[in-house]
C-alpha cells in the first residue's frame, strides 16, 4: 500500500522542528501526523484507536512544551504511537512491535523523549511528581506533563498520586484525556473561553494576591472567601474533585480543537499556580471513520486495511485459550449459582466478556484495579460464593499484597484464572507472565496448575470450581490453543497429580504447562537416537506429584524439568525435592529450564521462545551435554 502524503510532516523531524512551525500550520501537520499513523499501524497492527485520539493533544504538547527537557509521560503508552514519530522515530514507525523494531509502549532506552517506560496503567501522575520533585529540589525549571485517560483513573495510584502532588508546586502538569465518557459539563465554546480565562496569568495573578490578603483575614472569613473562590469555579466548570485533592482545576476543553488546546497550554506552562490539572476531551479513533464506529473492535488491531478498516483475518484454527476459559467457566455457572466471575478492565481479553453475557448479574468489571479485585473477591468467597478472578498474570503482580495477606493467609477459597502465562509476543516484557509460578508457589495454601493444552484448561476449570479448602490458581498462555478436541464432559483432577505421556526408561523429561508439545518432539528426537524417554506432565506446580516426581528421577538417568516461568518455579521445587531426599546423591543428572534471568523484547513467541531456550531443540541439547558431561558413552551410561 501507498504511503500518504505528508509534504508537512516530512519537514518534522523532533519536536523543535514542529515548535518552529507559525501555529497556523498545526492543523495541517495534525492531518499528516494521522494519516501516517494509520498507513503504519495499518502494516504493523498495534493500538490504534487511543493514539488517533491525542494526534492534535500530542501536536500541542510538543509545540508548547519544551521537550525533551519538559517531561513528558504517557500513562500506558500505547497512546503514544504518534509522540513516536514526532521524536525522530518516524523512520523506524512500521518497525512497530516487531522483533528489533520499536516497542509498542514508551521505552527510556528508545529515545529520551521517553523519560519513562509505561505499559502498565496509571503510574504516569506518580512519576510525573517524582520529575516535577526533582527538578525542584535541584532547583531546575523543566516541569513534568502527564497524560492520563480516565480509564486509568479507576485506579487508586492514580488517586494516591495526586494527593501528594502539592509537593511539585507549579512544575507538575496533569492532562486528563477523556476518551471513554464525560466526566464534566460538555465541551463547547463557552467552556474553552472559561478555561483560558481562569488558567490565564492575570486570572491566576489576582487569585494569588487574593489568596496573600485572605491569609490576614480572621479564619471564618478566610475560609468563607476559599469556599467561595472553590464553589464558583465549580458550578462553571466542574473539577471539584481534583481541587479537593489539591489541583488546580482547567476544563473541560475540546481536545481536537488546536485552537482552544494551545492557549490553554500555554497559560498552564506559565502559571506560577500548581500543580494544575487540564481536562481535555477526546475520542478514540478521531479522524477515522472506522475506528470512531468501532472503537471497541479497533482499540487494537491486526493489519488492516486503510480505506476499509477491515482487519486481516487469521487463518481458521483452534480456540483462543481466553474463549475456552470463558465458555468453561460458563458451563459451570448453568449449574453453580454461586459462580461468579471478576475483570479488571480486561472482560475480552480474559474471556469474561461471554461470561458477562450469559450472567451479568454474577460479572464484575473493576476497572483497573487488580489489588481491590482481589479483595472483592476474597469478600466474595468468605461469604460462600466462588468467585473467579480473571487477571493476566503481569496485572497480578500489582495485587501480591492482597493475594497474600487477604487470600492465602485466611484460606479463602478464591480461583485464579491468569491469562497472558509465559512469554506474549509483541507486548514483549511488561507484559509477559514470567513470574506466576514462582510468586504463588511459595504461598502456603496454594494450588498452583497449568494447563497443557485446551482440553486440560477445561478440566482446570471445573476443578477449581468444585475446589472448596482454599485458594486455587490455573495459568494459560496467549493466544490459540493446539487443536485437541474439547472434552464433553470436564474431569475433576486429582489434586497434586500428574500424568505419564509416555513411558521410557533413559530420559525424563518434566513439563509444566504448554511446552508438553515441545517436550515430546524432543523425546522423539532422542528416542531415533537409541535414546528411551518419559514425557510427564505434572499439571500442579504445587502441590507437586512428590511420589511420582521421586520414582521417576529415581529410575531414570537424566531428568529435564521445562516450564514457562522464571527461576523460582517448577525447577526450583523439584530441585528441593531432589536435594531433600538425596536422590541427586546417585548420580542423576538433573537439569531444569525455564526463563533466562533477563527481560526479554517484543517478537514472534516462537523466536522468543527459541531466545528462552525452552523449545525442543533446547531440551535434546540439554540431554545430550548432561549425558556427554557425566559419561563416557552415550549409550553406555543408561540404564536398561
Known sequence: MSKPETPLLDTVNLPRDVRALDQSRLRQLADELRAEMISAVSVTGGHLGAGLGVVELTTALHYVFNTPDDKL????????????????RRDRIRT???????????????????????????????????????????????KAI?????????????????????????????????????????????????????????????????????RKLPRPIKDALEKTDEFARGMAMGGTLFEQLGFYYVGPIDGHNLDHLIPVLENVRDAAEGPILVHVVTKKGHGYAPAEE???????????????????????????????????????????PRICAIT??????????????AFPDRSFDVGIAEQHAVTFAAGLAAQGMRPFCAIYSTFLQ???????????????????????AGLVGADGATHAGSFDLTYLSTLPNFV?????????????????????????????????????????????????????????????????????????????????????????????????????????????????????????????????????????????????????????????PELQYAEARLDADAIVETVLTALRRNSVGIVEGFRA
Open 146 to 214: 502527564a497524560v492520563i485517560g480516565d480509564g486509568a483513573m479507576s485506579a487508586g495510584m492514580a488517586y494516591e498520586a495526586m494527593n501528594n502532588a502539592e509537593a511539585a508546586g507549579n512544575r507538575l502538569v496533569v492532562i486528563l484525556n477523556d476518551n471513554d465518557m464525560s466526566i464534566a459539563p460538555p465541551v463547547g465554546g463557552l467552556s474553552a473561553y472559561l478555561a483560558m480565562i481562569v488558567s490565564s496569568r492575570p486570572f491566576l495573578s489576582l487569585r494569588e494576591v487574593a489568596k496573600k490578603i485572605s
Open 73 to 88: 509521560i504517557w500513562d500506558v503508552g500505547h497512546q503514544a504511537y504518534p509522540h513516536k514519530i514526532l521524536t525522530g
Open 398 to 420: 500489582r495485587a501480591y499484597d492482597q493475594v497474600v495477606h487477604d487470600v492465602a493467609i485466611q484460606n479463602l477459597p478464591v480461583r485464579f484464572a491468569i491469562d497472558r
Open 448 to 604: 498452583v496448575m497449568a494447563p497443557a493444552d485446551e482440553a486440560e484448561l477445561v478440566h482446570m476449570v471445573h476443578t477449581a470450581a468444585q475446589y472448596d479448602d482454599g485458594p486455587i490458581a490455573f495459568r494459560y498462555p496467549r493466544g490459540a490453543g493446539t487443536g485437541v478436541a474439547l472434552p464433553e464432559t470436564p474431569q475433576t483432577l486429582e489434586i497434586g497429580k500428574g500424568r505419564i505421556v509416555r513411558e521410557g526408561k533413559a530420559v525424563a523429561i518434566l513439563s509444566l504447562g504448554t511446552r508438553l508439545a515441545e517436550a515430546q518432539a524432543a523425546a522423539d528426537r532422542l528416542e531415533a537416537q537409541g535414546l528411551s524417554t518419559t514425557v510427564i506432565d505434572l499439571r500442579f506446580a504445587k502441590p507437586l506429584d512428590n511420589a511420582l516426581i521421586r520414582k521417576t528421577l529415581a529410575t531414570h538417568e537424566v531428568a529435564v524439568t521445562i516450564e514457562e516461568n522464571a527461576i523460582g518455579g517448577l525447577g526450583a521445587h523439584v530441585l528441593t525435592l531432589a536435594s531433600d531426599e538425596g536422590l541427586i546423591d546417585g548420580g542423576l543428572k538433573l537439569r531444569t529450564l525455564r526463563l533466562p534471568d533477563m527481560f526479554q523484547d517484543h517478537d514472534k
Open 294 to 336: 468501532r472503537a471497541d473492535k479497533l482499540h487494537a488491531v491486526q493489519k488492516f486495511d486503510v480505506v476499509s478498516g477491515v482487519q486481516a483475518k487469521a487463518p481458521p484454527g483452534p480456540p483462543q485459550y481466553q474463549n475456552v476459559f470463558g465458555d468453561a467457566l460458563v458451563e459451570e455457572a448453568k449449574s453453580d
Open 344 to 357: 479488571a478492565a480486561m472482560p475480552s481479553g480474559t474471556g469474561v466478556d461471554r461470561f458477562a453475557k
Open 96 to 142: 512497530l512491535r516487531q522483533g528489533s523494531g520499536l516497542s509498542g509502549f514508551t521505552k527510556r532506552s528508545e529515545s529520551e523523549y521517553d523519560p519513562f517506560g509505561a505499559a502498565h496503567s496509571s503510574t504516569s501522575i506518580s512519576a510525573a511528581l517524582g520529575f516535577a520533585v526533582a527538578n525542584k529540589l535541584a532547583n531546575k525549571p523543566g
